[in-house]
């Protein structure tokens, strides 16, 4: 609204996602569970893709119990191109529109931590095909649709790690480490974040990311002790403490928000 007169303005509801349809990849993850939720209470409704494995069917038809027909869930692997069409295809079917797309997802293959020296080319490939290659996908397919459309929001999930080197003190005395897969991997999300940010401003498709950083999923109690060395804020973080960002990014308080990263992270890259 073209207007400099605040009272015009129902604040409030600028949050709202009332109306609106958010595909959320990755969406029976940790942190998928929670932006779910989040975009529930706040009256939007979400389709949850997920591998079958994670049954995110179940969970939807849990969640409708409170959410009222609200949620649908879908298995695809992000990694391949006719299941995210059918993500699409299945979302414009059972909600009619797509507003918002959320890039939960990450591939943790059995030999993920394994050291840079000895690691495999399959569990590299499949590290980059499921985080790069799937976020390319679905930015691809369901953004070209909110392109055509003329609005909509997407929100990639890059790392701390795309930016800074991990800090090895942190993995001390535990059995965690940040594999260069994944840092290189993300990397490349927040490369084509921001490509995509100003290649669709001019079309109301608005890109931007949000970094979480150390969300706790009951971690080892040494990492933890190490994390909060380390960490201004002095502690892990907590999966619902990243699910204000989504919502604020994909509701219209955020209507002149593109091209930014929302960094979730206590502090962690501010010294
Ligand atoms: N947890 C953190 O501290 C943290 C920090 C920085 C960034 N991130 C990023 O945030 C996102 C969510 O993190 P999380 O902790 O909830 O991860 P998570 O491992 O709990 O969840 C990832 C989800 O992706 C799904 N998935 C795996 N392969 C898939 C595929 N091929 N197709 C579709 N879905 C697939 C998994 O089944 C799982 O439900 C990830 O992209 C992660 O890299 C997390």
Redesign the pocket.
């Known amino acids: 609204m073209r207007t400099t007169n605040p009272e015009e303005i129902d604040f409030k509801n600028k949050f709202s996602l009332k109306g609106k349809v958010i595909v959320i990849?990755?969406?029976?993850?940790?942190?998928?569970r929670a932006f779910t939720e989040a975009c529930l209470q706040f009256d939007g409704m979400v389709m949850i893709?997920?591998?079958a494995?994670?049954e995110p069917e179940k969970s939807a038809e849990k969640l409708n119990e409170r959410f009222e027909g609200r949620v649908a869930g879908i298995s695809?692997?992000?990694?391949n191109r006719k299941d995210v069409t059918n993500l699409k295809d299945e979302t414009l079917r059972k909600f009619g529109r797509i507003d918002g797309l959320v890039?939960?997802?990450?591939?943790?293959t059995a030999k993920f931590f394994a050291k840079f020296e000895e690691y495999q080319d399959e569990d590299w490939d499949a590290v980059v095909e499921?985080?790069l290659k799937?976020t390319y996908l679905t930015c691809q397919i369901i953004g070209s649709y909110m392109a055509e459309q003329g609005s909509g929001s997407i929100i990639n999930?890059?790392?701390?790690y795309s930016v800074v080197a991990p800090n090895q003190n942190l993995y001390a005395g535990t059995s965690l480490g940040c594999p260069a897969a994944?840092s290189a991997s993300?990397g490349g999300v927040m490369a084509l974040s921001q490509y995509l940010a100003t290649y669709w401003a001019d079309k109301g498709v608005r890109v931007n990311q949000i970094?979480?950083?150390?969300?706790w999923?009951n971690h080892e109690e040494k990492f933890e002790e190490n994390f909060s060395k380390f960490s201004p804020l002095k502690r892990m973080?907590y999966?619902h403490e990243v699910a204000g960002a989504a919502v604020f990014l994909l509701s219209d308080a955020s209507s002149y928000v593109t091209g930014d990263n929302v960094r979730v992270d206590g502090g962690w890259t501010a010294w």
């Open positions: 990849t990755g969406g029976m993850g940790l942190i998928g893709a997920d591998i494995k994670a695809i692997d992000v990694g890039n939960c997802h990450q591939n943790k499921t985080n799937g999930m890059p790392s701390t994944y993300k970094t979480p950083h150390g969300v999923n973080s999966s």
